[in-house]
């Protein structure tokens, strides 16, 4: 322990709350597709007129929610694989292996299962508490429960977070679909059977 941290000043109740909420925002956000969030948190302040909406921002930052939130359900139903060459082929999950399949590989292992549709819904109720408790979002369609819930506002996104990484604890995602990083799921069939 550096004397720097020794010595550092008490953080207020405000500051720990604070940085409990944007801790698990950011531990939130790593549950969700990478590409999804990014196109939320850029449009988002645009569309909502940075929380200052009239009728078209809130139909517009409307359709952008609804558009990110079936991107994170879509994407939990992709996976990809390496063909002989090397190259990375990103497919559907289905009944009967991955679509478009491949002629010269087995992709029966890719078939959809349970965690999928777990991992589906918990990805949608994710995304929904961060784009809903994002700040614009909360100023343009409900500003008054800015200042009346700001402990719901602050003991959300740790308990949804809690809650889904048990969830994706006991349904582990094997599936390395389009829009997570790379490090997340596999790459090879073998690898990914259940």
């Not at 969030?37 to 009728?55: A, E, K, R, S, Y």
């Not at 929610?65 to 879509?74: E, L, M, R, Y």
């Not at 719901?152 to 977070?161: C, D, H, T, V």
Request: hydrophobic share 40%.
């Amino acid at each position: 322990m550096s004397s720097k941290s020794r010595y550092a000043p008490p953080r207020t109740a405000t500051q720990t709350i604070t940085q409990a909420t944007l801790n698990g925002l950011a531990n939130l956000i790593k549950l969700l597709p990478t590409g999804t969030v990014f196109l939320f948190q850029f449009l988002n302040p645009v569309l909502t007129n940075n929380g200052h909406c009239d009728i078209v921002n809130k139909y517009l930052s409307s359709i952008l929610i609804v558009v990110c939130a079936f991107s994170c359900c879509f994407a939990s139903f992709t996976d990809s694989y390496i063909d002989s060459q090397g190259n990375t082929h990103y497919g559907i999950a289905t009944n009967k292996g991955l679509w478009p399949s491949s002629p010269t590989q087995d992709l029966s292992s890719y078939k959809l299962r349970l965690g999928d549709f777990v991992h589906a819904f918990f990805a949608l109720i994710v995304f929904v508490v961060v784009a809903l408790l994002d700040p614009n979002t909360v100023a343009c369609f409900y500003p008054s429960f800015q200042s009346a819930q700001q402990a719901l506002l602050m003991a959300l996104p740790p308990a949804i977070g809690a809650a889904s990484s048990f969830i994706f604890i006991v349904f582990p995602n094997n599936r390395h679909g389009i829009g997570y990083p790379s490090g997340q799921g596999s790459t090879t069939p073998s690898s990914d059977s259940d």
